[in-house]
């Protein structure tokens, strides 16, 4: 496990050493002065740039503007935005854990929907059943994200008014932040109104996160149909049905916790796909997360908003695939055994 673990941590400085690369050389691709795309103050007057060129070392070559700009990050210095003047950082602590609440809870929605429906469609293999669950999963991943979000307003908040068609909780409750997921600072709160701050949110939750959790619970369906198979294949199953076990025996006490290690080795590569939904989904449902903030940055050309966020958000999706690859390998001890990382 432990050389296991240093290929990992090899492999996550490696990737963070691309992105930072690709972040820091963003500043010279974007039109205008470079230390104005860095920095994000878009008027400084010549004191100030002047400041501003020996924090990021401009006087000095490229190598050292990395190595300045790393210190930076580091530090917590992500400058400030080119719209609003505010500092990143700031922004981006308060922004994202709203998208870490939404994307977690639809993770779990797309898991529990989508891992038993695949078992049941690889147990009833080439039935009625098993076909009718694959044609669900592939007309759920063929429709276009905004128009089952828009059809969900629709339907479920105008025509049905069950849920709330945007924001993540009424103006009227006032709950202090902690950890900035919301849920989590209601249950911790000392409110009288606590409960029913907790159910306002809730309401609020559950539509966006089910239009995220749509396309990876069919992704789910094909994923644990496939390993369900390729596990009732495997000798060690035959092996329990020649010992007798009823083939409910040979499902529920070897079949599902084996094809389950299978799935967790792919909820990393499938967190990255539900981000990228995420974002589409806080735009139509005024979810205040980094990934509407990030596509409002893109329209209103804020070049250090979208440098500093594609950074925080591409980070965040490759430590997910860091920790779900160490999940696999502590419950699969034959994923310790590769010599390289994939």
């Not at 694959?134 to 049905?160: C, K, R």
């Not at 701050?197 to 496939?226: E, K, M, N």
């Not at 909820?267 to 997360?289: D, H, K, R, Y």
Request: proline share 4%.
């Amino acid at each position: 496990m432990l050389v296991f673990t240093l290929r990992r941590l090899n492999l996550f400085v490696f990737t963070l050493f691309l992105l930072t690369v690709l972040s820091f050389s963003l500043s010279f691709m974007f039109p205008g002065d470079p230390l104005v795309n860095i920095s994000g103050e878009v008027n400084p007057t010549p004191t100030r740039l002047a400041e501003l060129a020996e924090i990021y070392s401009k006087d000095q070559g490229l190598i050292s503007q990395y190595f300045t700009y790393i210190g930076n990050i580091f530090s917590g210095e992500f400058g400030v935005s080119m719209v609003t003047d505010l500092s990143l950082l700031d922004t981006i602590l308060s922004l994202l854990p709203a998208t870490i609440e939404l994307s977690l809870v639809a993770l779990f929605i797309a898991m529990v929907f989508g891992i038993p429906l695949g078992f049941i469609a690889a147990i009833k293999h080439r039935k009625n059943s098993d076909n009718v669950i694959l044609s669900i999963a592939m007309v759920g991943y063929s429709l276009p994200v905004f128009w089952v979000g828009l059809m969900a307003i629709q339907l479920f908040s105008i025509e049905l008014g069950w849920f709330p068609s945007a924001g993540q909780i009424s103006p009227v409750y006032e709950i202090e932040s902690r950890y900035g997921i919301l849920i989590i600072d209601i249950l911790l709160s000392e409110s009288t109104y606590k409960w029913q701050a907790f159910s306002d949110a809730t309401l609020h939750l559950i539509l966006p996160a089910s239009v995220v959790a749509l396309a990876p619970a069919t992704i789910f369906v094909r994923l644990a149909r496939t390993a369900m198979l390729e596990v009732l294949e495997t000798p060690y199953i035959r092996a329990a049905k020649a010992k007798g076990l009823s083939f409910a025996q040979v499902v529920y006490s070897h079949a599902i916790r084996n094809a389950l290690i299978m799935i967790v080795r792919h909820i990393g590569l499938q967190f990255a796909n539900l981000i990228t939904i995420a974002m589409i989904t806080e735009v139509i449902f005024s979810w205040p997360g980094i990934g509407r903030w990030l596509i409002e940055s893109i329209y209103q050309r804020d070049y250090t908003a979208i440098q500093v966020g594609l950074l925080v958000l591409s980070s965040f999706i490759f430590v997910v695939h860091i920790l779900s690859d160490f999940l696999y390998a502590a419950l699969n001890p034959l994923a310790r055994g590769k010599k390289y990382g994939s």
